[in-house]
């Protein structure tokens, strides 16, 4: 499934996917006879913002990874069970999984934009994705980078080097970068833990606005940020030296009410 | 419940393209030594067949027009020349390698280090036109003709000693900071540190040092071809001239035709088997670190 | 007492052995120099040779040396940077296969120059009937060269931080333009490190092209004419042309401070270009 050469990247037509966009069910990865986590089963709201909460080691990034099928770069992953991204199983090997990667886009812990200029970042994967029309590309990196409130800093050096940027810009331009593609949904990996306060609340900002928008999926350690801005929470924990999926459900129950102990344990800071 | 594994996303054209080309790319690469053993073999059939692989260590000398392919003089010649630098080479590399680690002030060490880098990076061409000027005319006043055995020596130690001192310099690197440590604590002086503890500790490093220099010696071609005076002959002291198997090739590949030519292929081919035989010890003693 | 006798009797040997190394090569590179500066002028380098070379200059085997060093590396880049990549990136879908061609190049890496000049006479002057040639003499350092460029420069594929990978990943980016537009610019200090090295080793090369790329010191017409690398003509007047000595001289410093120059150019470079691309 091939996106037709354009002047923007347009949606492909697939199954309709009422309710949830992302959809786990009983995911289990192992990797070098390694249990990363196992039995995960978990809705992910269309439109909606879910925060993947818990101690580090519990296997979040490792889910994260398998909704994008980034796992198949990690050599001697296995995984069992279903994952449905719009309704279509993406673990079955005829899966394009260029085009998988273009609606589900992906923001790293540690910002990594690449070593071209900063309007090059943009256009770079646009003109990978087919769109040939250059001015078609500019319109979308402008698009983009006023987006994420990028473009008054950055506008008159639209040819630099986009490492010269700070740490919190060039987020924002990884942002940017993955919101030029027009996904449908977004899984960050702790975007905010590896910048100053200032900046890691900007970001937030912008995740926040992204409600409605696009699918966010969030891991962040940080449970005060999950508390401000998730529609919904999963709270992961290792039991049996397996990343398990305690208890998931909208955040107001997660955080004021949750049904697990542990999950409340957690949620109240007594355990971590 | 289905299970898949790693699999590179399906390709596109270009992708598959670009994959099929670095196979071929690498394909060529990895070929090319085969080609050389083939090659070899097979240019050193005709005379194996006409003349027997005996006749390269019989016959007394080297004198392909008159059918003569004994490779022994040569063989001698190689050897001696390699045990003879090796043995000189040796002692002053490790102690380079001692000197700029333990010995120069830091300043000093850098500069000490950074000349022996450069003189890794000398042709051996160039190596060998200074012996021919300065070295053997020396030789020479002290006892005719000059050109010898000993001038082979004396140069074939000078280009291998920069490999010594530098795989010496990093196998004393690797050793471990608090055996010294230990070892002051024991009120041992440097030297005795040095000579029980550091230089033990690195002795496999050094011995595959020691080895990949010898595998250089008998290898080098241009400045033995240049010093060593290329005689025919089983050298009866240190002065006498002396010719090598790769210096003999060199000399002959120019004009050799049919059976000589194929002769010189075979003794490429002896060269060969002592250097492989080399590296497979350098193997045994220290796996992997012949690939430096 | 004894223990500080020895330890100072120690303490001199390293120092005197040092002394005598630095001595040496002090010495050699004066001689050197000394003598280089004096046969070296604009018209040494730029006229032709005369008199087997005792007169004239060295312009022809500079131009040939040129030639051979372009036919090289015209053959050995290409080929070597597609082996880098595929033994950096993509080996994990190719195990085996990599582990092949690495040990391959291992053996190559490992043969005595004369052995490439003996196959080189076989396979491209003879087999091929390229005769003695520039190219037969570029093709056979080609294959000496491979070995070391596609080491330095798997060396800056790797290390290209992963992050950048898996974010043209994330992207759904594919391998070639990943490749082509991110990956090999990235790398581009360890190619570069790559290439100096292999020239390096080509210009110091003689023994290999001896009896491949021929003898004649005349400006070549073309890379199927037989052409002398500077190395060649060092060898030639050192040997076999008595009052050589002068030119000898003058081409040794020529070749000495072409390749000191490299060096030293390269190391600059290298450091400036991943001071420029690593991430903050």
Request: charged share 10%; with cysteine; glycine share 8%.
């Given at each position: 499934m091939k996106t037709p050469h354009s002047a923007s990247v347009k949606s492909v037509s697939r199954p309709s996917a009422p309710g949830a966009f992302i959809h786990a069910r009983g995911l289990s990865l192992t990797y070098g006879g390694k249990t990363a986590f196992s039995g995960i089963s978990l809705p992910v709201a269309t439109g909606s913002i879910t925060a993947l909460i818990g101690p580090s080691g519990c296997g979040k990034t490792s889910f994260l990874n398998c909704i994008n099928r980034l796992t198949d770069l990690i050599g001697g992953c296995r995984t069992t069970g279903l994952v449905e991204v719009g309704g279509v199983d993406i673990r079955c090997p005829n899966t394009d999984v260029v085009t998988l990667r273009r609606r589900v886009g992906m923001i790293f812990q540690k910002p990594n934009p690449f070593p071209l200029s900063i309007v090059q970042n943009l256009e770079f994967p646009l003109r990978e994705h087919g769109v040939r029309d250059s001015r078609g590309r500019g319109e979308s990196a402008e698009a983009a980078l006023r987006d994420v409130g990028l473009w008054d800093e950055v506008k008159d050096r639209l040819n630099s080097p986009a490492l010269a940027l700070s740490g919190g810009q060039q987020q924002r331009l990884c942002l940017a970068r993955a919101l030029v593609l027009k996904p449908e949904a977004l899984l960050m990996d702790e975007p905010c833990s590896a910048l100053d306060p200032l900046s890691g609340g900007l970001i937030e900002e912008l995740i926040s606005g992204m409600r409605g928008r696009y699918t966010v999926l969030i891991v962040t350690h940080n449970l005060q940020q999950a508390r401000r801005i998730a529609d919904h929470a999963a709270f992961f924990w290792m039991r049996g030296g397996e990343g398990r999926l305690i208890e998931h459900g909208p955040a107001e129950e997660i955080f004021e009410n949750p049904r697990d102990e542990l999950t409340a344990a957690y949620v109240s800071g007594i355990r971590g | 419940?289905?299970?898949?594994?790693?699999?590179?996303?399906?390709?596109?054209?270009?992708?598959?393209?670009?994959?099929?080309?670095?196979?071929?790319?690498?394909?060529?690469?990895?070929?090319?030594?085969?080609?050389?053993?083939?090659?070899?073999?097979?240019?050193?059939?005709?005379?194996?067949?006409?003349?027997?692989?005996?006749?390269?260590?019989?016959?007394?000398?080297?004198?392909?027009?008159?059918?003569?392919?004994?490779?022994?003089?040569?063989?001698?010649?190689?050897?001696?020349?390699?045990?003879?630098?090796?043995?000189?080479?040796?002692?002053?590399?490790?102690?380079?390698?001692?000197?700029?680690?333990?010995?120069?002030?830091?300043?000093?060490?850098?500069?000490?280090?950074?000349?022996?880098?450069?003189?890794?990076?000398?042709?051996?061409?160039?190596?060998?036109?200074?012996?021919?000027?300065?070295?053997?005319?020396?030789?020479?006043?002290?006892?005719?003709?000059?050109?010898?055995?000993?001038?082979?020596?004396?140069?074939?130690?000078?280009?291998?000693?920069?490999?010594?001192?530098?795989?010496?310099?990093?196998?004393?690197?690797?050793?471990?900071?608090?055996?010294?440590?230990?070892a002051a604590a024991l009120g041992l002086t440097r030297w005795a540190t040095i000579r029980r503890v550091l230089l033990p500790a690195a002795k496999s490093g050094l011995f595959t040092g020691v080895v990949l220099a010898a595998g250089r010696a008998i290898g080098e071609t241009m400045a033995i071809l240049m010093v060593a005076g290329n005689v025919v002959q089983f050298p009866r002291g240190i002065f006498d001239p002396v010719r090598t198997l790769t210096a003999n090739i060199a000399l002959e590949m120019a004009y050799a035709m049919g059976d000589h030519r194929s002769a010189l292929f075979v003794s490429g081919l002896v060269l060969l088997c002592a250097i492989s035989a080399l590296v497979l010890l350098a193997e045994r003693v220290d796996p992997g670190s012949a690939h430096e | 007492m004894s223990k500080n006798y020895g330890e100072s009797l120690a303490t001199a040997l390293v120092w005197l052995c040092a002394a005598s190394v630095a001595g040496v090569f002090i010495w050699m590179l004066s001689d050197i120099v000394r003598h280089g500066l004096a046969a070296l002028s604009w018209t040494f380098l730029t006229s032709a040779t005369a008199d087997a070379g005792r007169e004239g200059g060295i312009a022809p085997i500079l131009v040939s040396t040129a030639m051979i060093l372009g036919v090289c590396l015209a053959a050995s880049i290409p080929v070597g940077l597609g082996a880098a990549v595929l033994l950096s990136e993509l080996s994990s879908s190719n195990p085996l296969f990599s582990r092949l061609v690495r040990r391959s190049l291992d053996v190559l890496a490992g043969m005595p120059s004369i052995i490439f000049g003996l196959f080189g006479n076989a396979l491209f002057c003879k087999t091929l009937g390229m005769g003695f040639s520039i190219l037969s003499g570029g093709l056979t350092l080609a294959c000496m060269v491979l070995p070391i460029f596609i080491r330095a420069a798997e060396e800056g594929l790797r290390s290209v931080p992963r992050e950048y990978r898996l974010g043209a990943a994330a992207l759904g980016l594919s391998r070639s333009g990943t490749l082509f537009r991110l990956l090999i610019p990235a790398a581009a200090p360890g190619l570069l490190v790559g290439l100096v090295l292999g020239v390096g080793r080509a210009l110091a090369e003689t023994a290999a092209l001896i009896f491949t790329s021929g003898y004649v010191d005349r400006f070549p017409s073309s890379p199927f004419d037989s052409g002398r690398a500077l190395s060649i003509h060092i060898y030639d007047l050192a040997m076999n042309v008595p009052g050589g000595n002068a030119n000898a001289y003058g081409s040794t410093f020529v070749l000495v401070a072409v390749l000191f120059l490299l060096n030293l150019s390269a190391a600059r470079l290298a450091a400036a270009l991943s001071r420029r691309s690593s991430p903050i």
């Open positions: - | 419940m289905r299970s898949s594994e790693s699999s590179i996303s399906c390709p596109s054209r270009a992708d598959r393209v670009l994959l099929w080309t670095l196979r071929v790319c690498a394909a060529a690469a990895g070929s090319v030594s085969a080609l050389i053993a083939v090659f070899v073999l097979l240019e050193s059939w005709p005379v194996l067949r006409h003349a027997g692989p005996a006749a390269f260590i019989t016959g007394g000398t080297w004198r392909p027009t008159a059918g003569l392919y004994d490779l022994t003089p040569m063989l001698w010649g190689t050897m001696l020349t390699m045990c003879g630098s090796v043995a000189l080479a040796t002692p002053l590399g490790v102690a380079s390698a001692v000197f700029s680690r333990y010995y120069a002030p830091p300043p000093l060490a850098a500069v000490y280090r950074r000349m022996i880098e450069i003189l890794a990076g000398i042709p051996s061409v160039v190596y060998g036109f200074w012996g021919l000027v300065v070295v053997v005319p020396l030789i020479g006043r002290l006892h005719p003709p000059g050109p010898s055995l000993l001038a082979g020596t004396l140069i074939l130690a000078l280009m291998i000693l920069p490999t010594i001192a530098l795989m010496a310099d990093a196998s004393l690197a690797t050793v471990p900071k608090n055996y010294a440590l230990g | -």
